[in-house]
């Protein structure tokens, strides 16, 4: 079965840091693995997915991810933290079976100080 | 643009009332999803429809059904509401063709029952 976990429920960076998102994952087929962005009082948006295509995925908002099978992590990264960036991110992987629903990890809360 | 739309973002009901949350899509997509968000405990699925008039059970299932009467609309039901029912929900829908699309959201209801 897949599951996400998510390393840190909260994390604080300061403005112009470099912000990094752990997300671990199981899986026992190929996965599909994706990043979302919740900010306060809104539904998800997508940031970023990795299909296969590139291990390195650029997403949008200057976010990006690698895949690294070998450890099982499609960790979240931004080179500079924006105080826009404060929002919760979540990891999903594309759950299997024959609908391929999500699993999502429980979140992490990122806060930046300026 | 991708639109999913959700009938209310506050509700406000009382404990035992029959409680509709509506979800509409607008591009056409096959399945539709309802999720509720609760802090500590990141999104869990409750009900998923792939097709007019299907659904399958999430993962906690208990206390709510579902309608999907149209393609574009995805109802959840709170039989009878509870305390316990007080959360975020969120609506999603996605093509279909399963693991590599990712979910479309809603913008989420927050439901609290008194």
């Known amino acids: 079965a897949q599951s996400v976990t998510q390393l840190g429920s909260h994390v604080s960076v300061s403005e112009g840091a470099l912000v990094l998102l752990r997300c671990n994952y199981s899986?026992?087929?190929?996965?599909?693995l994706f990043w979302y962005v919740q900010y306060p009082n809104q539904g998800l948006q997508l940031l970023l997915k990795?299909?296969?295509?590139?291990?390195l995925v650029k997403g949008i908002n200057g976010f990006e991810a690698e895949f690294k099978k070998s450890e099982t992590s499609f960790h979240l990264t931004k080179p500079s933290a924006h105080m826009s960036d404060a929002a919760e991110y979540f990891c999903?992987?594309?759950?299997?079976?024959?609908?391929?629903?999500?699993?999502f990890g429980k979140g992490t809360k990122l806060s930046v100080k300026p | 643009d991708v639109k999913v739309t959700q009938s209310s973002r506050y509700l406000v009901k009382r404990t035992g009332e029959k409680v509709f949350l509506e979800c509409v899509q607008d591009?056409?997509?096959?399945?539709m999803f309802w999720y509720r968000q609760d802090p500590g405990l990141g999104l869990r699925l409750i009900y998923f429809?792939?097709?007019?008039?299907?659904?399958e059970k999430g993962d906690i299932p208990e206390g709510y059904s579902v309608s999907r009467e149209k393609k574009e609309r995805f109802s959840l039901i709170l039989e009878s509401a509870s305390t316990n029912q007080t959360s975020m929900y969120l609506c999603?829908?996605?093509?279909?063709?399963?693991?590599?699309?990712?979910?479309?959201f809603g913008p989420g209801t927050r439901l609290t029952v008194t």
């Open positions: 999603a829908s996605r093509p279909s063709g399963g693991f590599i699309y990712e979910q479309y």
């Open positions: 899986s026992s087929v190929p996965p599909y």
């Open positions: 990795y299909t296969s295509a590139a291990t």
């Open positions: 999903a992987v594309s759950g299997g079976g024959s609908q391929g629903n999500l699993i």
């Open positions: 591009m056409d997509h096959e399945n």
């Open positions: 429809s792939y097709d007019v008039k299907m659904k």
